[in-house]
């Protein structure tokens, strides 16, 4: 059991969870099996009861867990699928001491930071690592160094640093910002110095420095970093400005970051293939076709809050050697009477609130009229049904009882075992579960199968009373919940590519297998711009 912990310096924000996943990825492209767990210092026990503009996307796993956007990035970068247990926070770590506490687990021991919430903090780590089967379990500690919230964590790492014996099985990143100031023109070192102090201070010292800076850091200054930080110049890596973040894994790998790694850790690598993924970072840099695409949202001035549909899109565009251009629109906007951009494609991701639900029914209805190519999800695909219903159904004030609860036609309603809830932590319909598609779809045809499971994060539901007289006007739900029938995607034929899901495609999509709706969406956008079928298939980079 190896670790490599990766930290933050200077200020949070600097591509740690890229780096993260970019070791893991080079790690695992040698042969050498890697999971990744991210930390996450703050007291809620997950990232359900967030909002997004305070930490961006709740990234869903197939066990329902609601996590960090980080763990988004390791399974797109490792391929992989984790498990809610790879997002440690500190409320999942307090709650069960104190639940043990209460069962009289430490009778007569005073219970304290240290060594019960530290040995919490391993315990956890350690079963992760063992579970996973992995030779190196990558551990990324949120926040930045010298935040009270991270201290135990930092702690607990320092303690298992010396528990497995250090050296290489024990190797810690440190991420920091090297800053060029525009009046003196240089590449500053002092912010990385302070840090790597202040690490130093609660006994860890670092072994590799990952510098976030403009533009790969100059020799001197590496060499500078080196002899101030007590590491070899080898050891100091750039993390410079790259076009997309699939590039830094090659970023590191030309510094020879990876070779450092297994030499440090000896490890022993099998392969070192990495032509599949610089063929797939090509393709996202040098396009042949553009295509714009509207994501219609309410958090749309933080990107991040749709991280996973930028990536979905991203995975789809590399496929189809096209470069997708996302158009931000604020949905509340569109109330105020601006107009929809001139898009190729038009999203509608989930949410939450009834804050701009009227201005996306909107970009509905013009995408549905319009016949632009739309996609929508989960609170999307309900306020589909909801357009549907009022402008081609004639049921006026259709809504969703999560926003009207009084509607003549409450065509999405909560099902009677979400109506007493009283907790909102973990207890909406979360991760992945089955769903069958009619075959005789378009939905069908993407997936090339007839079950597919997908990951969900949702209360409402479509209700089953009205879906015979929607499909009787022509919407066509045509996949649907295994266990229990309910509407989980719908498609209008007549449109080019008119589809939503109630569950989240976006979630599975990965570099080499993009998810089937984002896919269909991008061919339906160079349709719609190109006037003709691009052929999808023209080079094999189907990674599996
Ligand atoms: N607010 C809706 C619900 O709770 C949709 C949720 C979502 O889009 N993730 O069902």
Not at 345 to 367: L, N
Not at 419 to 436: E, H, P, Q
Request: charge should be negative; charged fraction near 25%; proline fraction near 4%.
């Amino acid at each position: 059991m190896k670790f490599v912990i990766v930290t933050g310096g200077v200020l949070s924000g600097l591509g740690k969870g890229i780096t993260a996943a970019s070791i893991g990825l080079l790690l695992k492209l040698r042969g050498i099996e890697t999971t990744a767990i991210k930390i996450d210092p703050y007291i809620n026990c997950d990232a359900g009861t967030m909002n997004p503009y305070q930490h961006g996307e709740v990234f869903v796993l197939d066990d329902g867990g609601e996590t960090d956007l980080d763990l988004g990035h390791y399974e797109r970068f490792l391929d992989c699928s984790l498990t809610s247990e790879h997002n440690i926070t500190t409320g999942k770590v307090y709650r069960e001491v104190i639940e043990r506490e209460r069962r009289g687990d430490y009778l007569g021991a005073t219970v304290q930071v240290i060594p019960h919430i530290t040995n919490e903090i391993k315990r956890r780590i350690r079963k992760v690592a063992k579970e996973s089967g992995a030779e190196v379990t990558i551990v990324e500690v949120g926040g930045t160094v010298g935040d009270i919230e991270s201290m135990p964590f930092l702690e607990a790492l320092r303690q298992l640093h010396r528990e497995v014996g250090g050296n290489e099985n024990c190797v810690f990143v440190h991420t920091t910002l090297v800053p060029k100031i525009s009046v003196v023109g240089e590449q500053k070192t002092k912010p990385t110095q302070h840090s790597v102090k202040e690490l130093r201070e609660i006994g860890i010292s670092p072994d590799i420095i990952v510098g976030r800076c403009e533009e790969e850091l100059l020799y001197d200054i590496k060499k500078k970093i080196a002899l101030f930080c007590d590491v070899p110049i080898d050891a100091v890596i750039s993390n410079p400005n790259v076009s997309t973040i699939y590039e830094v894994p090659l970023v590191f790998e030309r510094q020879g970051l990876t070779n450092y790694l297994i030499k440090k850790m000896k490890l022993q690598p099998k392969n070192g293939d990495l032509s599949l993924w610089r063929e797939f970072v090509e393709r996202i840099k040098n396009p042949k076709y553009r295509v714009r695409i509207a994501i219609v949202g309410k958090y749309t001035y933080l990107h991040d809050s749709y991280i996973s549909h930028k990536e979905a899109l991203t995975h789809a565009g590399a496929k189809l050697r096209t470069g997708v251009d996302i158009v931000w629109v604020e949905a509340e906007d569109l109330e105020g009477g601006a107009s929809i951009p001139d898009v190729h494609g038009i999203i509608v991701p989930g949410g939450f609130g009834k804050r701009g639900t009227e201005g996306k029914i909107m970009a509905i209805r013009y995408a549905r009229e319009n016949n632009v190519p739309f996609l929508g999800i989960c609170l999307g695909f309900q306020l589909t049904v909801v357009e549907y219903a009022r402008n081609v159904c004639g049921m006026e004030g259709a809504n969703s009882t999560e926003f009207d609860e009084n509607t003549p036609h409450p065509v999405v309603d909560l099902l009677p075992e979400q109506r007493d809830i009283k907790f909102m932590g973990a207890t909406m319909r979360l991760g992945a579960s089955d769903i069958v598609l009619d075959e005789n779809s378009l939905v069908y045809k993407l997936y090339g199968k007839k079950v597919i499971s997908e990951r969900h994060r949702h209360r409402y539901e479509v209700n089953n009373e009205y879906v015979d007289v929607l499909e009787r006007k022509g919407l066509r739900f045509v996949g649907r919940s295994k266990d229990r029938g309910l509407m989980e995607v719908l498609e209008l034929p007549s449109n080019i590519f008119f589809v939503a899901s109630q569950f989240h495609p976006e979630f599975k999509s990965r570099p080499f297998k993009p998810a089937p709706l984002y896919l269909g969406l991008v061919s339906a956008a160079l349709k719609f711009k190109y006037g003709e079928d691009i052929i999808v298939n023209e080079v094999g980079n189907d990674g599996d």
